[in-house]
């Protein structure tokens, strides 16, 4: 090492505002001493007003045995002095603080003083630079690198090198972040899973046409159901992942109503149509499907990707939608936050 620091450290006791107060002009007590008549008292009442912060000047007079109180020729009670001459042992003691005071020796006055605000202590730190091991008034360059020049010529040797410090930090990786979509869509998330909704399973891409569109009563002929408003497959082409009894019942709803009072739509519902499969294109076939399986009525939530052709820009469209079952009113409400960055409109139910 060129130098070593040693760290020393002094406590210094200071005087308040209060305390350099009492320096100039006496304890509180001591004053309020000087104000007692010598010969026939003071009224009390007129003394405290005499001197400042009387409270703490009077309990400390008396608990000095300074002054006493008794009734005067007139009968009132008045404080009289008990002893003809005192010393302000607390401003000696104060003056005394223009140097470093041993806290051993004046332990208990320093505490004193202290719990009565007069003084208050600070730290100096301060450094103790002596010469080192390796101490030189030339200022050498350490080298910080070993090349293959070094190893070949043998100048290594005769180098001095920088110490290696293998606890250092490696420089910041740079890393990917979140999209502000994907931000948005993760704290709605949070949101309506704090309120007590439950999320409903988004892992079924593909969905069969029966719970995403016949269970939710779409005719089979209707143009969201041709191929080009819906992505079909070829492979598997056809699913029969509902239950038939079910479907049975969902048929009579299309055909003539069932038991719903209304008339249908007075078509022959096809199972063939019902079992192909497809994109999934909205979420409430997710809600249909799962309606059915708990059969009561819920608190769910999803945010997920849906797939739709497009003719007017035959392009892939993936749109984020969030989707809500009310178990109050038991029905669906949709919103939209789509790629484009705009201010979703909410319903105003759930505001």
């Given at each position: 090492?060129?130098?070593d620091?040693?760290?020393?450290?002094?406590?210094?006791?200071?005087?308040?505002?209060?305390?350099?107060?009492?320096?100039?002009?006496?304890?509180?007590?001591?004053?309020l001493?000087?104000?007692?008549?010598a010969?026939?008292?003071?009224?009390?009442?007129?003394?405290?007003?005499k001197?400042?912060?009387?409270?703490?000047?009077?309990?400390?007079a008396?608990?000095?045995?300074?002054?006493?109180?008794?009734?005067?020729?007139?009968?009132?009670?008045?404080?009289?002095?008990?002893?003809?001459?005192?010393?302000?042992?607390t401003?000696?003691?104060?003056?005394?603080?223009?140097?470093?005071?041993?806290?051993?020796?004046?332990?208990?006055?320093?505490?004193?003083?202290?719990?009565?605000k007069?003084?208050d202590?600070?730290?100096?730190?301060?450094?103790?630079?002596?010469?080192?091991?390796?101490?030189?008034?030339?200022?050498?360059?350490?080298?910080?690198e070993?090349?293959?020049e070094?190893?070949?010529?043998?100048?290594?040797?005769?180098?001095r090198?920088?110490?290696?410090?293998?606890?250092?930090?490696?420089?910041?990786?740079?890393?990917g972040?979140?999209h502000p979509?994907?931000?948005?869509r993760?704290?709605?998330?949070?949101?309506?899973?704090?309120?007590?909704?439950?999320?409903?399973?988004?892992?079924?891409?593909?969905?069969?046409?029966?719970?995403?569109?016949?269970?939710?009563?779409?005719?089979?002929?209707?143009?969201?159901?041709?191929?080009?408003?819906?992505?079909f497959?070829?492979d598997?082409?056809?699913?029969?992942?509902?239950?038939l009894?079910?479907?049975?019942?969902?048929?009579?709803?299309h055909?003539?109503?069932?038991?719903?009072?209304?008339?249908?739509?007075?078509?022959?519902?096809r199972?063939?149509?019902?079992?192909?499969?497809?994109?999934?294109?909205?979420?409430?076939?997710?809600?249909?499907?799962?309606?059915?399986?708990?059969?009561?009525?819920?608190?769910l939530?999803?945010?997920?990707?849906?797939?739709?052709?497009?003719?007017?820009k035959l392009?892939?469209?993936?749109?984020?939608?969030?989707?809500?079952?009310?178990?109050?009113?038991?029905?669906?409400?949709?919103?939209?936050v789509?790629?484009?960055?705009?201010q979703?409109?909410?319903?105003?139910?759930?505001?």
């Open positions: 090492e060129v130098i620091a040693q760290q020393l450290q002094t406590d210094n006791w200071e005087l308040t505002v209060e305390g350099q107060d009492v320096v100039s002009n006496g304890s509180y007590e001591a004053r001493w000087g104000e007692v008549d010969i026939q008292g003071t009224l009390q009442q007129e003394l405290m007003n001197v400042p912060n009387s409270t703490i000047g009077f309990n400390k008396m608990a000095c045995g300074w002054i006493c109180i008794g009734k005067g020729i007139d009968g009132e009670l008045r404080v009289f002095r008990k002893v003809e001459s005192i010393t302000d042992t401003r000696v003691l104060l003056c005394q603080l223009s140097g470093v005071l041993n806290d051993t020796a004046y332990a208990e006055q320093l505490k004193e003083l202290k719990k009565r007069l003084i202590k600070s730290v100096i730190k301060h450094y103790v630079v002596t010469k080192g091991s390796q101490f030189t008034v030339d200022i050498d360059r350490l080298e910080s070993l090349t293959s070094m190893i070949q010529s043998g100048t290594w040797k005769s180098m090198f920088k110490a290696y410090n293998f606890e250092a930090q490696g420089p910041p990786i740079d890393s972040h979140l979509l994907m931000k948005v993760a704290e709605i998330r949070e949101i309506f899973l704090e309120m007590g909704f439950t999320e409903m399973p988004t892992n079924n891409f593909v969905e069969s046409s029966f719970w995403n569109f016949d269970a939710l009563f779409q005719p089979q002929q209707h143009p969201a159901r041709d191929c080009h408003d819906t992505f497959l070829k598997p082409m056809y699913s029969r992942d509902f239950p009894d079910f479907a049975e019942k969902v048929k009579a709803v055909e003539n109503g069932g038991d719903t009072g209304s008339i249908g739509y007075k078509y022959n519902w199972i063939e149509e019902a079992e192909k499969n497809i994109l999934r294109t909205h979420t409430t076939a997710i809600s249909a499907r799962m309606l059915y399986h708990l059969g009561q009525q819920v608190s939530m999803l945010i997920i990707t849906l797939e739709k052709n497009k003719d007017e392009t892939l469209r993936c749109t984020q939608r969030k989707h809500l079952l009310q178990p109050s009113t038991s029905q669906s409400i949709e919103f939209s789509t790629k484009r960055w705009t979703p409109t909410w319903p105003s139910s759930i505001k």
